[in-house]
């Protein structure tokens, strides 16, 4: 079962491809989770004092990517302005959540593993962002 | 990539099954953006007038899930009393929707499949919870 | 400007005691603001290797309190056991944050107001569960 | 209690003034709260099929404003891009929203007042736009 099959029952027709809609969906729903358990994987480490920067930005992306399924999985009238805002606010936090999971990948594979899921999730926004200009 | 992965990683032993704390995580991320869509197809719908009480509960599960997905995927000394009154939270939420839904499921492909993912993440929910105790 | 106000103007008649509901409201809408806060001034702090426990749970708290104020503040045929369920997931997220906020409470002043608050949204959890049963 | 006073024990120092910072704060928590119960009421009027935009644009506020309050509540190393994306995504929330509200504000009180706490967040979070420029 996915976001694209339920999607595609939706009585408005949607106005993006579908597919690219539902893996934006997908991707902030996986970075909600993954930045979650980085956040608080950095904060059980030896070395906390070291990964408060990437716990804080792990935080932040995990509160924008939950925002944003919801704000772009809605297809009843949305407003244009505040769609590309949400997707824009993801990228700008997946954006500094990986930068700063990439300083930690080699000794962290939580960080390592994060990053990449931020990566992904920067790929799909900036997917869902061309389809909404 | 999945949840369990980077749980995996986490520096602090997982006092659960990972498998199925991952389960829960997973299927709390889906019911959240399944919901939410649901939500809104209701009130897309010609009967909005007569999908309320469907509506509103979707979004009420799709905020009780989103709050159960954080909460239980923090490993970092967790409190037991919190992490199971979280996932009952969700069960209850889950649900109230999954039965509504079923009301509407025969003319409503969204509330059919809504009803599917509330019931896969009580499974998965109930599991969690019994791991738990 | 209150949250009373605007619930005084919902086309359904609020089952509870408006002022009882509207304090649990604003209750838990000032817990999750102050338990980000705190959970951001564990991780600033020097001794933050001795505050991983109330950081998490200060998360959990926010993530309790947010979902809760949602899911009460809605008056459109609510199911009553969710509305106990998330109101008791709080009161259990509360709890824990107060008590480990205490314990910090003497040499971190972010901890000793957030117990404050938390003792606070305690009470109007619980006078809101009393009214609902 | 305010959010403005546990803001001033953070370790670290604030960036920006507290009070413009703490007021935004005040006012996405009201907006978060505000507009969940104006698109419910939405839900319950008896000219639901008239209010599908509005509550769609309240739900979106709501979640906006939910993320803005987290992120721009860390002071702990903040990634400055990030800080400003999700406040201009709350701004194009509660921009859509208020205006919206406004259509309906002489015959819905709850669009009324919907509309005046929108347009109050929209204040406080221009002043910390400006404040973080």
Same mark, same amino acid.
């Given at each position: 079962m996915s976001v694209e099959a339920i999607l595609r029952t939706h009585p408005r027709p949607v106005a993006v491809d579908l597919a690219v809609l539902a893996r934006c969906i997908d991707e902030c729903g996986a970075c909600e989770a993954t930045c979650t358990v980085c956040a608080d994987a950095d904060l059980a480490e030896d070395d906390v004092s070291? #990964? *408060?920067h990437c716990a804080r930005l792990c935080l932040d992306c995990a509160d924008a990517c939950g925002a944003?399924?919801?704000?772009?999985?809605?297809?009843?009238?949305?407003?244009?302005a505040s769609q590309r805002a949400t997707v824009e606010a993801s990228l700008a936090a997946c954006g /500094? +959540? /990986?930068?700063?999971? %990439? *300083? %930690?990948? @080699? @000794? %962290?594979? @939580?960080? *390592? #593993? &994060?990053?990449?899921? &931020?990566?992904?999730?920067?790929?799909?926004?900036?997917? #869902? #962002?061309?389809?909404? +200009?």
């Open positions: 070291e #990964l *408060r944003t399924l919801r704000v772009v999985g809605r297809q009843t009238e949305p407003d244009p /500094a +959540s /990986a930068d700063e999971c %990439h *300083r %930690h990948a @080699h @000794h %962290h594979e @939580h960080c *390592r #593993l &994060c990053e990449e899921q &931020c990566r992904r999730c920067i790929r799909a926004c900036e997917e #869902l #962002l061309a389809a909404l +200009s």
